[in-house]
């Protein structure tokens, strides 16, 4: 276990950025806890219906009933804010712009510094997910209807699409695929290369493959690890991290030197005993160098 929400809160929406969690909520609110699971801050906002959160570098954009609002990732505070034609549904980031689909079938297309509309994008229904290339030159979107569309970054509508499983409710980009999940439960990959979009503007579609998935097995977690007493780190079998007490919380420190013995490492909150040390497969520092993370098996030593 890495955080713990409280019970009683309606999650509408979670995104992580280098170990920041964002919850944004029905009741509009959006709430920020750090690698260590301990609260950061919290927001209202005038709206309600946060589907939308992304988290970045640049502070947490959530998006809600009246439009998107920008808060400093430190101070929560509230940096800009801008209505929508519609109800934001679902949030789409990438370096200095974020992108924000709505209710009333429209993709906005904002800049992370103020606010300020780039562009828009029109689907025929409401827009129930999006994402974009990550030079931004293809924005995709999926609307209530079962169709994807792809559009050029000036708005150009390119092509749409039946996805031939239910309404894309959350999409991914990732190596010129783009992955969606669908009201029907079904996971999807689109071919979202350029040969693949040039092919579908004039009608040329690849052949679908159905993939039926069976044998599944329940995961349960647990807290048990794998004991070892004799280990030798000095052939790069792994790394020693210690658990120890820190005013009233358990943290977690690198043991050997080369290390920052003053970083915490996020490490599984369960499985942490005073005293206690373990050897995981490695130990990276996090994007801002604020921590280390736990990789790979974790044994602890006895």
């Given at each position: 276990m890495a955080y713990e929400i409280a019970g009683d809160a309606d999650i509408y929406w979670l995104d992580i950025a280098d170990g920041v969690l964002g919850v944004s909520d029905r009741q509009g609110g959006i709430t920020t806890v750090d690698?260590?699971?301990?609260?950061?801050?919290?927001r209202r906002s005038s709206g309600d219906?946060?589907?939308?959160?992304?988290?970045?570098?640049?502070?947490?954009?959530r998006g809600h009933?009246?439009?998107v609002t920008h808060y400093g990732a430190r101070s929560g505070n509230q940096l800009w804010h801008t209505g929508t034609d519609g109800v934001v549904l679902f949030g789409w980031q990438k370096p200095g712009e974020v992108f924000?689909?709505?209710?009333?079938?429209?993709?906005?297309?904002?800049?992370?510094?103020?606010?300020a509309e780039q562009a828009r994008y029109r689907c025929d229904a409401s827009v129930f997910s999006c994402a974009t290339s990550p030079d931004g030159r293809y924005v995709f979107a999926g609307d209530n209807h079962s169709s994807v569309y792809c559009f050029a970054a000036d708005g150009t509508r390119l092509w749409k699409l039946g996805t031939g499983c239910g309404s894309a409710f959350s999409m991914q980009y990732r190596d010129e695929r783009l992955y969606i999940v669908s009201t029907?439960?079904?996971p999807a990959c689109i071919d979202?290369?350029?040969?693949?979009v040039r092919e579908a503007q004039q009608g040329l579609l690849p052949q679908r493959s159905d993939i039926k998935a069976d044998h599944w097995q329940r995961v349960e977690p647990g807290t048990q690890v794998e004991s070892?007493?004799?280990?030798?780190?000095?052939?790069?079998?792994?790394?020693?991290?210690?658990?120890v007490q820190e005013a009233g919380r358990l943290r977690v420190h690198v043991v050997p030197p080369?290390?920052?013995?003053?970083?915490?490492?996020?490490?599984?909150?369960?499985?942490?005993?005073?005293?206690?040390?373990?050897?995981?497969?490695?130990?990276?520092?996090?994007?801002?160098?604020?921590?280390?993370?736990?990789?790979?098996?974790?044994?602890?030593?006895?």
């Open positions: 690698h260590e699971d301990e609260f950061q801050w919290s219906g946060a589907w939308m959160v992304r988290c970045s570098d640049e502070g947490v954009f009933s009246r439009g924000a689909g709505t209710s009333r079938g429209w993709v906005y297309r904002l800049a992370k510094a103020d606010g029907d439960g079904s979202a290369s350029e040969t693949a070892v007493t004799e280990v030798s780190v000095t052939d790069g079998s792994g790394v020693i991290v210690e658990c080369g290390f920052d013995p003053h970083r915490r490492v996020q490490f599984p909150k369960d499985i942490r005993v005073p005293g206690g040390r373990y050897l995981v497969t490695e130990v990276r520092s996090s994007v801002n160098g604020g921590f280390y993370r736990a990789r790979g098996e974790i044994r602890r030593l006895v």
